[in-house]
């Protein structure tokens, strides 16, 4: 269960936005300025966000600030990509070899 909470959040908040956007008011905006549940743009901001400068929860861009954040360069709690500002953050497989443990860390 320690590994799956991340997965867990992530549907619940799925869910219950789908939810809100079905029952009381839209919740999903795509465009160049999106500002909302569901965000997708060039300039994004919401729980899931996406776009080439995202800040939300759950975030995927170029230059991308969340909790949980994928980009090129990432401010988060938990990040993937390239240049990182994170509390565990991983690097892509490329830039180490084999059985080397390098870009994982763990401040435990």
């Known amino acids: 269960m320690k590994k799956y909470w991340i997965l867990i959040t992530a549907i619940v908040l ?9 029952f009381y008011a839209p919740s999903l905006s795509a ?7 569901f965000s997708a743009g060039q300039f994004s901001a919401g729980v ?23 980009g090129i360069f990432n401010i988060g709690l938990y990040a993937i990509g390239v240049f990182i ?10 830039f180490f070899t084999e059985g080397s443990t390098r870009g994982t860390s763990n401040p435990t």
């Open 31 to 37: 465009g160049e300025y999106a500002l909302n549940y």
């Open 48 to 70: 899931f966000s996406a776009g080439t400068f995202s800040v939300g929860i759950f975030s995927i861009g170029i230059f991308s600030i969340g909790i949980f954040s994928i």
């Open 85 to 94: 500002l994170a509390y565990k953050k991983r690097l892509p497989k490329m």
């Open 14 to 22: 799925a869910v219950a936005g789908l939810l809100f956007n079905q």
